[in-house]
Structure formats: C-alpha cells, structure tokens
C-alpha cells in the first residue's frame, strides 16, 4: 500500500530496507540519473519514475531518504513516513548524517524494522521505540523482554509508571506571523500559525483539559466574557480526542511524557504587521546601489522585540559596503547576497532607519538576478498578537496529586517576506 | 556491486568504538575469518562477527557463502543476535532457498517462545522470506500467532498474512487465513484492527471483485469506533479503507462523514488528505438542499489551507489534490485565492502547482490581485516559472472576461520588456485572446510585428503566423511577412509550417490578387518538397479545395472559428471522478488513473464516485449552490475531447490554445466543407488514396477558375506512397517497351537525329535515346529538358553525352526521369514537349509516352479495398474498350500485364467467361481499376477501366492493347 522499500543515501547507498521484495534494489541505481537531469533542467520533482518504479524522496540535510514503489501508494503517507523517520533518528542520534547511520548500522536497521512492516507504518512514536530499541545492544537482553504495552495500546505515546517529585507542566504558546508584502505595499497575505508546546513532568497517567480562550468555545458554552479569538483551523497530537474536541471544543488529552507539540492552528484575521520595512533601494547601474530602510515596530510601547534581524537582498556583484545606522548594526553577508541589520531589542512604537551603500563593477554581471524579497526576523515574549490566551489547564490523576502549569507567551516571525522594487 | 567496494576502499570508518568499525574488516579473504568467527564458542564474538556480515551486506557485498554459520547463530537467546541472524535471512533466504529449510525449525520454536518479542520477530521475519517451500511450514506458527495473546504478535501476525499472500495466495485462502483476518477487524485492540485492515485491504486490491473486506454497516461502525484509537498510521489504513464503500443511503453517508471530519483536525498530513478522501466522496451522495452538505463544505477548505503549511513535499502532493478538489468542487476553495500566491523560497514545483491552482481560482471578484501577483512573477528569473506567468495572464483574460483588456495591456508591458522567451509566451497567449475576443484588440496588432525576427520558439512563430493569416486584410505587408517565413520552410517545425500554409492560404482567399504566386509556393513545399504526411495532407485537401470551388474554400478555411472556452486543461468528468477517489495516491499526483501506471492494474475496476441517493435525488435544483457554499450555481463545464479530428485540423485549429475546442460550429458552409472533406477522408479509407485522384479529376475535368493550371497537379505523388498497400514489387516478366521510333529527324535539327522510347526498369522510368549526327561537324554540349507535362516527368539528372558527337557517329543515351516536375495537362495526356539542345542550336520535338511506364511496382490493391473502391467509383467514370485480335488466355493475359505492374488481383469464371479484376496506380497515385473479360476462343476482350480520373482511361486502354499484342 504505502512503500515497498526505504533507503537512506547520499551518492551511495548507506542503509537499505527492502520491505516487500517486489521492487529490484537495483532499480534505485536510476535514482541519482534521474535526479540529476531534473536538477540540470532546475525541475526537481518529489516524485520521478523509472518504469513501473516510483521514487517518492526527500533530503535531509545531505541524505536522500527514498521510498520505492510499483503501486498506486498514498503518497501523502510516504513523506509524512519519511519525514517520521527523519524526526525518529535525529532523536536517537542527534543528527542523521552519514556517520550516525554507520555508527549505528545495527540500531538502524531494528528501527526500521518496528517503524515499518510490508510497507505499513508501525511504531513511530521515538519515546516509545526508546523504551525497547536502545542504543546500548548489550542492555537489551536484561530489560527488554517484553513489549511495552505502550506499543499497541490505544495510549500509544505514554507508558505507564512514570514518577515525578514534582509535579508540573510547562505550557508555551508560540505564534509565527507569515506575511506577504508587495512591492508597492499593500498586504498580499498574512496569518499566523500558532503551536502550543507542552513540556509534561507528570506522573503517572494524568487527564488534561485546555481551555483557550476561543470563540467557537464560548459560541457553544454561550458564556462569551471579554475577547476571544477565532481559530481558522486546528490541528491536534495525536493524543487528543478529536470527536471530543468536534463536538464540544474541549481539548482534551492524556499528555506524552516531556516535550510534545500539543497543537497547532492557523489564523486569518488581518493583523497589523508588527514590523513594518519601508525601503528605498536605488541602483545606478555601473557604479552604487544605495540602500536605505526604515523599520517600524508596529505593536505596543510595554513589548519589545528582541533580536530583530532586517535582511536586505543585495545584488551579487556587490562591493565595498558602507552602513550608517541610527540604532543597532549593519553587516554585509557575501556568501548570501545580503545586508543583515540587526538590533537586538526594538520596543514598540519606534522607528529605526538604516543606510546602505555598495559600490558596483563597471562591468555588469548580465546574469538574470532573481528579486529577493526582504525578510525580517524578530520574536516578542509576553505577547500573542492573535490575543489568544490559555484560560485554564486542569489536570487530573486517580492519585490525586496537584500540579502546576506554567504558561509562557511569544510571537515571533514566521515566513515574513517583503516583496522590495529593486 | 562496485559501489560497494568503493565505499569500502574510499572510506575508513576507524578508530571509534561505533558500529562502523564493523566496515573496516570487510577484506578479501576475510570471509574465511569471518566463518570462524562465527562458529567461535564465544557468545561475544560471535555476536561480533555476525556484525560484520551484516556490515557486509549493507554495503552490498555478497556474503551468501556464510548462510549455514550465520544459520547456525539463530539459536540464541541474545535478541540483538537473533535480530541480526534474521535480517541476514530475509537477504539471503531466496539466494539460497535449499538452506533456507534449515532456519523453519527455529522460526516454529521462536514462535512459541515466552518473550513476545520473539514469537513477533519469528512471524514478522517468517513473512519475508520469499522461498516457497518453506512457505507451507510456516503456517501452523502464524495460526498460532493471529490467536497470540499479546497484541503485538497478533498485529505483527495481521501483516504476515498479507506478506504470505503475496507468495502463496491460494496457500492463504486455503489455509482459511483469511477468515482469521476478518475476524481481527473485530479485535480489543486497535492497532491490530489496523494493521488487519490494512493486510485486507493490500490482498483485496489483487483480488478486486472479492468482496473481502466485506463492508457492511456493522463493519464500517467497528471501523469508525478504531479510528478513534489507533494510531496515526492506523488511521490512515482506516480511511483509506473507508474510502471504497458505499453507504446506502445519504443518511448513512452523512453519518459517516460526521464521524471522519474530527480526521481533519489532525497534525499528521496524510490523516487530512484520506479523511479529504473519504468526504469527498461521500459528500457526493449528499442532497445539496441538506444544511449539513453546506456544513462540510465549510469543514474542508480551513484543513486544506493548512496543508500548505506542511514540508513542501506534503505540500506539492495537497497541491495537486486541491487541483483536483477545485475542479470538483470550485465553491471549498474560492475564497482562498491568497494562500496560492507564491512564496520567492518555494521550491519549482510548488511555485508551478500554485500557479495552475490561482487560475482555476481566479474570478472577477479576484482578477485585480492575482493580475498583480502575476506580473510579478513574470518577472522572476526561473524561465519555467515566469513562462508559466505569463501562460496564466492569458489565461485570466479568457477566463474572466472584464479582465480581459487588463490582461492584454499587461501582455504589452511585458512585450516592452524584450525578454525572448516572455516576449515569445505574450505571443502564444494573445493569439488565444484574439481567439477568444475577435475583432476586440487588433490594434496591438502592430507591437506584436515589430518582435517578430525575435521569435525563435516554434509555438510563438506559430502564433504570430496564425495572426498575420487570420488578420492578413489588415495588415498591409501580410504578404511580405509571411513570405519572409517563406524562406526557411524546410527548417521549420511542422507546427509552423502548417500554420504557415494555412494563414497563407488564408491570405490568398482575402486577397487572391496579389499573393498568387506565394500560395502556389506554399502548396508546392508543402506537397511536393515535405515528408510530413499531415503536412501533404493538408496541402493536397487546401489544393484541391481551391482547385474545385474558391467559394467552398473561403467558407471552410476563413469560416467563423468556434470560440474557445475558459476550461483550460479541465480534467475529463469521468477522470476526474477516478481520481478523486485517489486522493492522497500517486495517482492524484501523476492525474492519471492507476491503470496507466501500475503494472497489472488494467483489468481492474475504475472507482466511482456513488450515485446521489435519497431525497437529493433528480430535485437539485440550480440555486441550492447559493443556499449551500454561497457561490453561483456550479456550471458542469461541458469537455469535448481535444480537437484533432479531421474537421478540426482543417479549422486550423491545431494551434489551438491550451483548450479544448467548443461545440461543434454548425455554420452551413462549415457543414458542407466538412462533408465533403470527410467524404475524401472516406475514399481514403475505401480506396487507399485520399484526395490524389479525385483533385487529379477535378484539375483534368472543368477548367479552374482561381489556379493557374499548373496547380493541378503532382497530387497524390506522396500519398500514393503513402498508403502504399504493398503490392509484389517483382517483375517476373520484363515491362513492355516500345520500339524506338523518330522523334527528331536530321533534316528539322541541322544534322541531328534523335529516336528513342521510353522503358521502366527496376522502378525507374528511362528515356533511352539515340543521338545521331548526320551534320559535317562535330556536336557537343548537349543538355536536354521538359516542357510541363501531365504527370510531372522531368530529367532526373543531366543528359549524359561525355564525349564530342562526331559525323556519322551514333550514341546511345538513358536519361533517367522523375514525376516531380511542374506538371501541366497535355493533350494527349501523354505528350511530352522536349527541347534538345547542343553547340549549335536548341531543338524543339513531341513525342508520346506509354503511360504503362508511369505504373509503379505497388500497384496491386487489397481485394477488400478493391472491391470498395470499385463500388465507389460513378459508373459515370467508367470506360469499356475492345482489344481485338489477342490470342492469349487469360492466365498468360495476366502474366504479361504483370511484367508492367498491372496486377491482378481476383480470377472469376462465369460461364465460360473469365473476369480478370486488376488494378494499377500511376506514379501521382491516381488508381486505375480494371475488368478484363476473356472467353475462351475468342480474340476479342472486352476492358472496363474505372478511375476517379476518367481521362487517363483512353491511354491506359492504349497500354493495355500493346502490352498484350507484343
């Protein structure tokens, strides 16, 4: 149904699954041909087939996880499989690159072995795996002689027994602003992904409940006190009852052990755009580019943004930078074609101005330059700009315990991209 | 494996005490260490060295020579070890099939073995050896795993059903395994459910009209309460399940549909597209007026946005599913256009998807914006991209139609810009426009004009053509243009040079005055001087349409043009319908059914979307699209297949945008242009020769008003070759040739004499001549040539007279003879005017041909085709002739007439009288079918001679009666 085989190389093979034996482990010496025509022709594809082979892949970092197949798969299911697969040995290594994969050769191939059988995901949960894959092989015959029921219960991400002296669970609520600005201006798009992370230190098998402070709630609840917010779209861990939640907005769940990302959701409302890049960018052909820009901070006086990061696009025949700024510092990043502003903390309400100049070759690069969008980053603690708020945590466990939440609030950019004319 | 020992030699993994020191011991000669190793007493080094087999193996090295020590290990009670020992079976197992047996006594034990994970190991690993011979030992350990107490052997032994099915089906069913696997649909624990769903649904996919999973209301319940437990991936199988049943009814289906939208709110990408699935397809047998058809509406477009969120990978496959889903259903997603503006850091093919989805999406309500976005893009710097832009301005403007002069103003700016290839797209796109908008925005005809030496690309050259022709009346030096691409015919793609033959054909029927001579030109290079057999074709249809009736031919070629529709590249329906139920599978991806790409898959029954079922039923009525999603009534846009078809190859339409063609126009005119061109298309299927004949008729018969004479002619030449219908090309008996008579006499030539006659030998038709110089001095440079002539015939090369002609000195000359010369009809048909020229004077003679020498060697007919043609034929072209005096039978008649590639095709008796049936083609590939009627003791045959050109009858009958008497 999903993958008849998984292998993880670079120019070579280094590591090889073949899960169901229909697909010839030779086909995969088509892979990199086929790869590196599209790259000539600079049209990648995630999926390229040779035959009646399909090759589903992608990269990390240097590698290239690639998925096999002869049938109609559900594509959808190989990547998030491989991206699972990615998330799994990067929590057990670290990093996955090629050392890792040969220090562990042995490791990798039990993982592959319970993360997929006859090309059907199993246990991908890396918590769980840890509890009876391990590194240390000689380990193994003492402890692990039996099966976690964790591996096949219906509470698949949390094993029992877990103790803590202290009981409490850390709650961050993270929100990124994407935003699409056109050169002239105007706001082509802009939303904002939040997540809310949990950091669980609970014993035993706790019941959680969120509450947020969301419309659709109150609209059902019909107890609408002060502000609340509209969320586009959510989407849960694996952990929470989504019928529940369908049908009465209750988020409800028994947390992994640790950290998890609990949930996410999109946002559409129109925001202002926190910080708003006005530039100016003049270029006299054959001599200068000269740069100028101003940043806005367009929220309240009481926050701050702290390490806020302008990155102007700069062209690549570039030289000799000059800076002239009224707060924080310019530098000129070659390798990336860009001149990085930076100030480390930019309250609310204030208007900065940084100017750029370069000198240019009397001889014009006559190569086609693409028009790299300025991009900014910069992350405001205390502060979500949709206003969403956590308004209870309550945490229940048949031992009675009582345990604290910690709420943490930060916005941050996302994809914030701001279309320049130059 | 070579890159094996590269990694081996390239690489050293060293000195870290890691498993990669396992890669350093892999020499040669080490697989001799390696065996001892592996019988060592030592539990620790044994473990070590089957490390470094399998280390081996990674890296491709084949250490099949150690299967029986690394059997050996499998008794062991070290799981790491016998994890190892197993990974090294399923590898090797199938190489080595007779060991194989050797490791089932151990697989039964470890199935019985107290630790779960061992009894899962044994059934897992089991699955995966690929031998057949120990397949059937292995099932009394599986039917004990499927009942295992511990859930994780029984998911394990869930899949190792499925895994033996794929060796040994009919061991499976046999086994009643099967059985066993429903049964687990109705397990306590939902992983099992899972995977036992999934190993039904794989086998159930080779077996696609057995009702395995045997889906009932029951069934799908106990699925809908696992969904809720299992885990992510367990879902996946669930839905994906679901997916291919029919509820009932539409209560049914929405009581489904209520318990797969909670998917939607799931982190994992794949959980949203199968639970997208299953609604989609679900929703179908939804009553539109129903509250809760709107509801879900509502439900799906938030989770598909948010699916843009996800790796780009995940996105481009949402990409290409939404493509589909705003197709079906345009309403989900009509609001979302902004989410589709491309980001400078997606990758191509994300860029590429977003673009398509932004015109399907695009509306009046949007127009302005996505026109920005798209000018934006136009001027990127990725060539595909920007190209794809600008395909997309052109498309909005046909699309949306209060647009559409914004778009052409934009076009323009970009025309400013003199980027080739955005130049050479602004020019494809606009010729849609104009298309789509007649008579509405010629006037940047001019702009277009001034950038046509910069076209390069054979689509815009195309283009830019189909405007001059179209436009030709008004723009002044149309003649000059299209002349100018004149030039370079043969370079040309046949894109171009159809395009050019009809705007020039075009150009001539608006303006027939001036541009005589380029349109005998065009249809010269096209019929005479082209390989192409669609490019002849056209040319011989447009020739003998203006041959015939210039009136017809106005009508067809300048008839008005169905306009193009907005439905650019649309999926047909019942396509579209297959694919939405893939969603989520390569087949969404590729938007191709699986059939087309899975090996196999042919016989196997496409998936439909159900039928509308319940009070839905036949009472939508067109405003329930308002009340449900707030959108207009959806139009079902009707497709009609790509154009290609005669008719519409003659409307010129084979430049025909990125769409698909409209209904069907049904001026009369067009009518009857198509009538009577379907009516050549059906002589070509009848007769073998399309077109040839009837034009030669056509030219022989009426004098033609429009073309000059000449024009009527080398027709048929290539398409007589073209449906070669592989006559005998052997000649068993010689071809009859004339004696050599005086063609010239000295007296009318100063002194030169010239006799001669005509032979075909091998195919090739010969003037031999014999050259006399009855002069007093010597003659020398000769030459010779051809006045036009019925059939073509021309020199095929210089008269050969190498050495100086002196008094009384005779030569003997063969000049080879082409049919590809200027032809023009003489009469008689077979005259043929030659001049001869030498040091002293140009001589002037006629002389006649025996046409039997233009007969070529694949002239005989299928009987089938024969007998068609015959009856096609009007009798009105039919011609009897007596030979008299011949005394030959009717086989030795045949013989003969054979030798001179008149073939005979049937023998009937009847009453003592033999018809002969025969058939002959002429080097232009007019046909010429024959009745020859011998009675035994009789002198006198009787010929009918049948040909669509009646006029050649009289000098086949000439061939016919020397053939025979000599």
Not at chain 2, 135 to 152: G, Q, S, V
Not at chain 2, 194 to 217: G, M, Y
Not at chain 2, 936 to 951: D, Q, V, W
């Amino acid at each position: 149904k999903s993958c008849q085989a998984l292998m993880i190389f670079l120019h070579l093979v280094l590591i090889c699954r073949n899960y169901k034996g229909d697909v010839d482990m030779a086909e995969i010496d088509h892979f990199l041909p086929l790869l590196m025509t599209q790259e000539e022709e600079g049209l990648t594809c995630p999926i390229m087939s040779h035959g009646n082979v399909h090759f589903l892949w992608i990269k990390h970092t240097n590698l290239y996880l690639v998925a096999t197949t002869n049938k109609n798969s559900n594509a959808s299911l190989v990547y998030a499989f491989l991206y699972k697969v990615v998330e799994v040995f990067t929590e057990y290594f670290t990093e996955l690159e090629e050392e890792s994969i040969q220090d562990n050769f042995v490791v990798v191939y039990e993982l592959l072995d319970e993360l997929m059988d006859f090309g059907f995901p199993q246990t991908t949960d890396s918590k769980i795996l840890q509890e009876y894959i391990t590194q240390e092989g000689t380990k193994l015959e003492v402890a692990k002689t039996k099966v976690p029921t964790t591996v096949t219960n219906a509470v698949s991400w949390r094993s029992e027994g877990i103790k803590y002296k202290k009981n409490e669970v850390f709650i961050d609520v993270i929100e990124s602003i994407n935003l699409l600005v056109n050169a002239n201006g105007s706001v082509m798009s802009s939303d904002i992904v939040g997540t809310v992370k949990l950091k669980t230190m609970l014993s035993g098998m706790p019941e959680l409940r969120l509450g947020l402070n969301d419309r659709a709630l109150f609209a059902l609840t019909g107890r609408d006190k002060g502000k609340t917010v509209t969320m586009e779209d959510v989407k849960f861990h694996q952990c929470v009852r989504l019928s529940r939640f369908e049908s009465d907005r209750t988020i409800s769940f028994i947390p992994p052990d640790g950290e998890s990302e609990l949930m996410s959701y999109r946002i559409n409302t129109h925001v202002k755009p926190l910080i708003w890049i006005e530039s100016v960018i003049e270029k006299f052909s054959h001599s200068r580019v000269e740069i100028m820009v101003k940043a806005k901070g367009q929220f309240k006086k009481q926050s701050v943004a702290n390490n806020v990061e302008v990155r102007v696009p700069v062209p690549s025949d570039a030289d000799s930078p000059k800076f002239k700024t009224s707060t924080g510092h310019a530098k000129y990043v070659p390798e990336k074609n860009l001149a990085v502003w930076t100030i480390k903390s930019f309250p609310g309400g204030k208007e900065f101005l940084m100017r750029a100049s370069f000198g240019l070759p009397s001889v014009e690069n006559d190569e086609m330059e693409g028009k790299p969008p300025i991009t900014v980053n910069f992350e405001i603690p205390y502060f979500t700009v949709s206003g969403i708020q956590v308004r209870y945590m309550k945490i229940i466990e048949k031992s009675g315990y009582q345990a604290l939440p910690w709420v943490r609030y930060i916005t941050q950019s996302g994809d914030y991209q701001l279309r320049s004319n130059f | 494996m070579e890159w094996a020992n590269q990694l081996c030699e390239n690489r050293q993994f060293g000195s870290k005490m890691t498993d990669s020191k396992y890669f350093t011991t892999t020499k040669k000669g080490e697989i001799f260490e390696l065996k001892a190793e592996l019988n060592s007493d030592k539990k620790e080094k044994k473990k070590e060295a089957v490390k470094k087999v399998i280390a081996s193996m990674t890296v491709g090295k084949d250490v099949s020579a150690l299967f029986p020590d690394v059997v050996n290990c499998m008794q062991t009670d070290n799981l790491e070890l016998k994890k190892l020992v197993y990974l090294y079976l399923m590898n090797y197992a199938k190489s080595q099939p007779d060991m194989a047996i050797m490791a089932v006594n151990t697989f039964v034990k470890d199935c019985e073995d107290p630790n779960p994970l061992i009894r899962a190991l044994a059934v897992r690993t089991m699955g995966c050896i690929r031998v057949d011979k120990i397949t059937e030992y292995l099932c009394e350990p599986l039917r004990k795993c499927l009942k295992d107490e511990d859930p994780y052997v029984r998911k394990t032994a869930a899949v190792c059903v499925a895994k033996l099915h794929d060796i040994n089906a009919q061991l499976v069913e046999d086994q009643g395994f099967l059985d066993t696997l429903k049964d687990l649909i109705s397990d306590s624990n939902p992983m099992v459910v899972a995977n036992a769903v999934a190993a039904l649904s794989e086998i159930a996919e080779s077996h696609p009209n057995s009702n395995l999973l045997d889906l009932n209301p029951q069934s799908i319940n106990k699925l809908l309460t696992a969904l809720n437990e299992c885990t992510e991936w367990g879902q996946i199988f669930i839905l994906d399940c679901l997916a291919n049943y029919t509820p009932r009814d539409d209560r049914e289906s929405q009581s489904i549909c209520e318990r797969v939208t909670p998917r939607l709110s799931h982190a994992n990408s794949a959980v949203v597209l199968s639970a997208v699935k299953v609604l989609m397809k679900f929703m179908e047998m939804l009553p539109k007026d129903l509250d809760y058809y709107g509801t879900l509406l509502k439900k799906l477009a938030p989770p598909l946005v948010t699916l843009l969120s996800a790796e780009p990978e995940l996105q481009y496959v949402a990409l290409r599913n939404i493509n589909l889903i705003v197709q079906k259903r345009p309403e989900i997603l009509k609001h979302e256009m902004k989410v589709f503006f491309v980001k400078y850091n997606d990758p191509i093919y994300v860029k590429l998807e977003k673009l398509d989805i932004m015109i399907r999406l695009a509306s009046q309500a949007n127009i302005a914006q996505v026109l920005a976005e798209l000018k934006e893009y136009a001027t990127e710097v990725d060539v595909d991209f920007v190209r794809k832009a600008v395909r997309a301005i052109g498309r909005c403007a046909i699309k949306v139609e209060q647009s559409a002069e914004r778009c052409v103003s934009t076009l323009l700016d970009l025309i400013q810009t003199k980027v080739n290839y955005v130049v050479q797209e602004a020019i494809v796109v606009i010729k849609d426009i104009f298309r789509k908008y007649p008579n509405k925005y010629e006037s940047v005809i001019a702009t277009l004009c001034e950038n046509l030496d910069s076209l390069d690309e054979p689509e815009a050259r195309a283009a830019m053509i189909w405007i001059v022709g179209e436009y030709a009346e008004r723009i002044d030096n149309a003649d000059e243009l299209l002349e100018s691409f004149l030039e370079g015919f043969h370079d040309e793609s046949t894109q171009v040079q159809l395009q050019l033959l009809t705007a020039i054909v075009k150009l001539f029927l608006k303006k027939p005055t001036e541009t005589q001579e380029l349109v005998q030109q065009v249809l010269s290079l096209a019929t005479q001087d082209s390989d192409n057999p669609d490019l002849r074709d056209r040319g011989y249809i447009y020739w003998r349409l203006l041959s015939t009736d210039p009136v017809a031919a106005k009508e067809v070629v300048l008839a008005e043009k169905p306009l193009i529709s907005e439905e650019t590249d649309l999926i047909e329906p019942t396509l579209l319908e297959e694919l939405i139920c893939h969603i989520g599978t390569l087949a969404s991806v590729y938007h191709k059914p699986p059939s087309a790409f899975v090996e196999g898959s042919r016989g196997v029954m496409h998936k439909r979307l159900p039928a509308r079922t319940g009070s839905g039923e036949g009472t939508e009525c067109p405003d329930v699209g308002n009340a449900a999603g707030g959108s207009a009534p959806e139009a079902a846009p009707s497709i009609i297949p790509s154009q290609g078809d005669l008719l519409g190859d003659l409307l010129n339409l084979d430049l025909a945008p990125p769409t698909t063609t409209g209904p069907t126009p049904s001026t009369s005119g067009m009518q009857m242009g198509g009538m009577d061109l379907l009516g050549g298309g059906l002589d070509s299927l009848l007769g073998g020769d399309i077109g040839g004949s009837p034009a030669m008729g056509a030219g022989f018969g009426a004098a033609p008003t429009v073309m000059p004479a000449s024009l009527n002619a080398p027709v048929g030449g290539g398409l007589g070759d073209l449906f070669d219908l592989g006559g005998g090309v052997g000649m068993p008996m010689g071809a009859y040739i004339p004696p050599k008579t005086v063609w010239l006499p000295a007296m009318k030539a100063k002194g030169l004499e010239i006799s001669g006659t005509f032979a075909r030998r091998a195919g090739v038709i010969q003037m031999e001549l014999v050259l006399t110089n009855k002069a007093m001095s010597v003659m020398t440079d000769f030459a010779i040539q051809f006045n036009r002539n019925s059939f073509g015939l021309a020199p095929a090369g210089p008269l050969q007279v190498l050495t100086p002609l002196g008094p009384n000195q005779t030569i003997e000359v063969s000049l080879p003879l082409s049919t590809v010369g200027p032809v023009m009809k003489m009469d008689p048909l077979n005259n043929l005017q030659v001049a001869v020229k030498n040091n002293i004077d140009v001589f002037y003679f006629s002389c006649q041909y025996p046409i039997s020498m233009l007969f070529v060697e694949d002239g005989k007919m299928e009987r089938q085709v024969f007998l068609a043609t015959w009856k096609d034929i009007p009798n009105d072209n039919e011609s009897q002739f007596q030979i008299q005096d011949c005394h030959l039978n009717s086989e030795a008649a045949s013989n003969k007439l054979q030798g001179s590639n008149i073939f005979t095709i049937a023998k009937r008796t009847v009453e003592g009288q033999d018809m002969l049936y025969m058939s002959i083609k002429l080097s232009n590939g007019i046909w010429v079918l024959a009745e020859l009627k011998v009675q035994a003791g009789n002198p006198n045959y009787t010929i009918s001679l049948k040909c669509r050109a009646p006029e050649v009858s009289q000098c086949v009958f000439q061939c016919y009666e020397a053939v025979l008497k000599n």
